[in-house]
């Protein structure tokens, strides 16, 4: 075999350098005419703005959520959704329009939710409604959003470019208004000695560690140390969790996968740790809760929307209702309340405005200078809003609803501690 | 008196480690079992381990049966499926190459863990422990915390350990396990069937991971990722032990765990604990160098790879259908054919390590990685073209760093050795923030060449088009990789002859005819 490789070689040495001149040749012409495929999407985009995004009849909102990856899905996000959509539906629909929801998997994977941003915007729906990205940064998906002109009403805001986009009307404040309501839920305790516990499995742990740090030293402080457990070197988390608790600490914010989570709470605990756990709702899906076990009794959370199993507050009940109702059996997390906030949201802005089309309900989101209220989340509005995060580790000049819920874990449930409050102001005014 | 500089603080690091360390050696001692009877490297070993957790956790948790009936069908189970794999698979594959098996083993170990993300879905399941998980401290003033599962398991570990070694060398079955690792043929000829030897060692190996399993899994989290991922740090233990010694692979897995955990109380810098005591075991055996004689190498071929010869004309066919496949499909196809062709493209390294030169790397993801990383941080300052062509130069100047152990060892223990050495780029620069960026990760400007854009989100045509060129245009250097390494090619051959004739293997390999050039060489 290797005669045969050296032999025929000088041939092929020959025609070598042929064949290569000739693809670069083919490459710069194929290259230049693909610039053809340029101006098809541009003229594409000019299809889509004259379409109006509705119907006679109905009103199309899109969505992506990951459905089908075994590793990460949250089919609770769809089913939410489409609870919404049937509830408002039930009772008239919007301005006399019913919805209708076009649902998109996006599969976890960049190309996945690339994918279902292009087929939406392509799809003439009037905006996208709570789309959940956890594979991509959405920079990419939210560039295609804003080309086409389609507002991107109530994500949670777990990536950067949903706090970024001029077309992104994110539900809450997202991972900077979680990560500094644990800070200031907290300090609100009286705790100073505050340590990060990081995940190196799990990208958002170490957005969610930087904006701690950041929101500590809005109020005068230094976390104590931040460490950063990796389940392949220590995989029971015991070492971390010593290390995060040296010298002994008051505080400790943490977050990370659910296989993580589920390991670093009782790990602390089992240190002989008993001070304050700090975390986001987005760290504890149920599965989670229940993994961690009674170690979690006690644990503060911060959520940018009101508690699932919140039932005390109207629109939570509402919520529990109609997931009830139309979508038995799906999970009520954060995930899918969130989601469900976010077709709420999406209705009342219509309601008030009455813009149904793809390009009016992108203006309407651009002016709305009366506050709405859905319940869920905090009041609305989005002209006269400054955002809280303006420099720092990663601006996010798209946040209009700074409130969250605070509250603690009991018995695998989440209790609410009051109503929704604005971290940032409370940092800042060192309450 | 200790702010975490004391000896009180390095022991309760230390009393960690150790912990740490037995769960890696309960792996590894199965991996040593399985290999002493087989001769095969069994990367399956994690996952058998989480097939006995799951399975403890349905027959007993989900199912409410006793614990010890869950215990013993569970482990029962996996060692009918571990001799299942070595009589359904891996018999047949007795005389393929080392990249075959171990490929057939990965695929053994996707199967099972896709299985369990498909059954048991991605969040961690509560299972039950059989020995309290309740913590004691060993000082007083709650100093050194140690749950009483991890000192149990620490126990079991050593306990095991013993046996072990006393069961290989005092017991008749071990005295002929043993002698089927020195020499099937001769077993063979004393009327024992190695194959039996080996289906009992694959199940005993497979059991004594159902059983680390469901010890680990109330302690790690029963989850389909964690448990597969400790065959890494339990094969290095065991490569040191020479996949022989249950002592040595005992000792250096609790050294493994320790050093891990130090380095964490001393290391804050992500990715150190993890890469290493990896590295430190990886220089070892390449110093120490022809470590593992894998009995399978006497037998091993290099895969076939053609003559490298590129035949133009049907090549230009299918360049010229995958354009028109390109400008004919939509954005999502065209995104998919991009990432397809890049994968592509990193096949195309495999064929040259491994086809070409001979060795099994199993590491050329995280270089690709590495590339990317390096490619982008460049090309915030570089045109495209000059970041893409230095990024792969010094891709290549580590790549040649990290083949250094390729000197000293080969086959599937080269595999195990690339294996963690990925395992440290990915820790040590790939998931760390530092160099990748935060959360947004690094946008470079978008590419231009010949003045034309090539944005792959908003022109993902014209950038599949380019990657599909990258593609054909090292497919036609083939031949280059080919002729440069025909010699390397040769050289494995030229080490199999030598091994069969020290290792006394009586079965001519005629794939394996070393080039006139390397004969003469010999001489």
Same mark, same amino acid.
């Given at each position: ?230 389940? %392949? %070197? ?101 995930? %899918? ?95 | ?7 009180? /603080? $390095? ?14 050696? !309960? ?24 097939? @006995? ?49 171990? =490929? ?10 896709? @299985? ?6 991605? &969040? ?32 079991? #570990? ?5 046996? !072990? ?25 004393? @009327?024992?069937?190695?194959? =039996? ?20 899994? +109330?302690? $790690? ?48 810098? +992500?990715?150190? +604990? ?81 086809? &070409? ?26 045109? *495209?073209?000059? #970041? ?49 960026? @935060? ?10 060449? *010949?003045?034309?854009? !090539? ?49 006394? /293997? ?8 070393? /080039? ?8």
């Amino acid at each position: 075999v290797n005669n045969k490789v050296v032999g025929r070689g000088g041939a092929r040495g020959r025609l070598r350098p042929i064949s290569g001149v000739a693809a670069l040749g083919l490459a710069a012409g194929l290259l230049g005419a693909c610039g053809s495929s340029g101006s098809s999407a541009s003229t594409s985009n000019a299809t889509l703005s004259n379409a109006n995004g509705s119907s006679k009849s109905s009103i199309v909102i899109g969505s992506t959520g990951p459905l089908s990856s075994p590793i990460a899905s949250f089919p609770e996000v769809k089913s939410a959704e489409e609870a919404a959509v049937d509830g408002i539906n039930a009772s008239g629909g919007i301005l006399g329009h019913k919805v209708k929801l076009d649902f998109c998997d996006g599969k976890f994977t960049v190309n996945g939710e690339l994918g279902c941003f292009r087929t939406l915007t392509t799809d003439k729906v009037a905006a996208i409604v709570g789309p959940l990205l956890i594979a991509s940064t959405g920079i990419p998906e939210y560039e295609i959003a804003q080309q086409s002109g389609t507002a991107v009403v109530g994500s949670p805001a777990y990536q950067p470019g949903e706090l970024q986009s001029p077309v992104s009307f994110p539900l809450g404040a997202g991972v900077p208004g979680a990560s500094y309501g644990a800070v200031a839920a907290l300090l609100a305790r009286g705790d100073r000695k505050i340590a990060i516990f990081g995940d190196a499995n799990n990208p958002a742990a170490t957005t969610f560690a930087a904006f701690c740090t950041q929101a500590l030293k809005a109020a005068g402080l230094q976390p104590v140390r931040t460490v950063v457990g990796n389940t %392949s %070197s220590d995989p029971t988390l015991q070492a971390t969790a010593a290390k995060a608790i040296e010298g002994g600490v008051d505080g400790i914010l943490i977050t990370g996968a659910p296989p993580s989570m589920s390991k670093a709470v009782p790990a602390l605990r089992s240190q002989g740790y008993k001070g304050a756990i700090s975390t986001v709702d987005g760290a504890l899906p149920e599965p989670v809760v229940k993994a961690i076990g009674s170690a979690g009794n006690g644990m503060l959370v911060t959520s940018q929307s009101a508690f699932a199993d919140d039932s005390q507050n109207p629109a939570v009940a509402k919520y529990q209702a109609e997931m009830k109702k139309y979508a038995p059996g799906a999970a009520l997390d954060s995930f %899918s309340i969130q989601a469900w906030s976010a077709v709420q949201l999406f209705a009342a802005v219509v309601e008030q405005t009455k813009a149904t089309t793809k390009a009016a309900v992108l203006a309407a989101f651009k002016g709305l200078d009366t506050p709405v209220s859905v319940g869920t989340i905090g009041p609305y509005k989005v002209v006269g809003v400054t955002s809280p995060i303006t420099k720092g580790y990663e601006a996010a000049p798209r946040i209009f609803n700074q409130t969250v819920q605070m509250g603690t874990v009991e018995d695998d449930q989440f209790k609410a501690s009051g109503g929704l409050v604005d971290p940032f102001t409370m940092l800042a005014s060192g309450k | 008196v200790d702010e975490g500089t004391g000896v009180i /603080s $390095i022991l309760e690091f230390g009393l960690i480690g150790l912990a740490t360390g037995a769960i890696f050696a !309960l792996i590894a001692q199965g991996a040593v079992l399985v290999y002493r009877g087989s001769g095969l490297l069994n990367l399956a070993q994690g996952a058998f381990a989480m097939v @006995g957790a799951y399975l403890f956790f349905t027959l007993h948790v989900q199912q409410g049966l006793p614990s010890g009936l869950s215990l013993a069908v569970s482990v029962a189970v996996c060692a009918l499926g571990g001799a299942l794999l070595h009589l359904g698979i891996l018999r047949s594959m007795r005389k393929s190459s080392s990249l075959a098996r171990v =490929v057939a083993i990965l695929a053994v170990v996707v199967v099972l863990q896709s @299985g369990a993300y498909l059954i048991y879905g991605q &969040y961690p399941k509560t299972t039950t422990s059989l020995i309290s998980t309740r913590t004691v401290f060993l000082l007083s003033g709650d100093r050194l915390p140690i749950a009483i599962d991890a000192l149990a398991i620490i126990g079991i #570990a050593i306990g095991l350990t013993i046996a !072990l070694t006393v069961l290989y060398r005092y017991t008749s079955a071990g005295r002929l396990t043993a002698a089927v690792a020195e020499s099937e043929l001769i077993v063979g000829s004393l @009327g024992h069937s190695p194959d =039996v030897v080996a289906a009992l060692n694959w199940g005993l190996g497979s059991a004594l991971a159902g059983f680390a399993g469901i010890l680990i899994a +109330p302690s $790690i989290a029963l989850e389909p990722t964690g448990l597969v991922l400790l065959v890494i740090p339990a094969l290095a233990a065991a490569l040191v032990g020479q996949f022989k010694s249950f002592p040595v692979t005992l000792v250096t897995a609790l050294a493994i765990g320790v050093a891990e955990s130090e380095i964490t109380k001393y290391v804050s810098t +992500p990715g150190w +604990p993890d890469a290493a005591p990896l590295l430190v075991v990886i220089a070892i055996l390449s110093v120490r160098g022809d470590g593992l004689p894998l009995r399978s190498f006497v037998l091993d071929r290099l895969p076939r790879v053609g003559t490298g010869r590129v035949r133009v004309i049907p090549t230009a066919i299918a360049y010229v259908l995958m354009i028109v496949w390109v400008l004919s499909s939509g954005p999502d196809w065209a995104a998919a054919i991009t990432t397809t062709v890049s994968y592509a493209i990193i096949c195309l390294s495999v064929i040259v390590v491994t086809g &070409y030169a001979g060795q099994l790397s199993l590491g050329q993801y995280a270089l690709a990685g590495l590339a990317a990383l390096i490619a982008a941080r460049l090309a915030l300052h570089l045109p *495209f073209l000059a #970041a893409v062509v230095i990024a792969v130069i010094a891709t290549a100047a580590i790549g040649g760093i990290l083949g250094v152990p390729a000197l000293r060892t080969r086959g599937a223990t080269l595999a195990i050795v690339t294996l963690g050495l990925g395992g440290a780029i990915v820790d040590l620069f790939l998931v760390n923030g530092n160099y990748t960026g @935060g959360p947004g990760g690094i946008t470079p400007p978008i590419p231009h060449i *010949f003045g034309i854009d !090539l944005d792959p989100f908003l022109d993902p045509h014209r950038y599949a088009l380019l990657f599909s060129l990258w593609r054909s245009l090292l497919a036609s250097q083939r031949l280059t990789f080919g002729v440069a390494s025909s010699g390397a090619g040769s050289w494995p051959c030229a080490r199999t002859s030598a091994a069969r004739q020290r290792w006394g /293997s009586m079965s001519p390999d005629r794939s394996c005819t070393p /080039s006139p050039s390397v004969r003469r060489s010999l001489r």
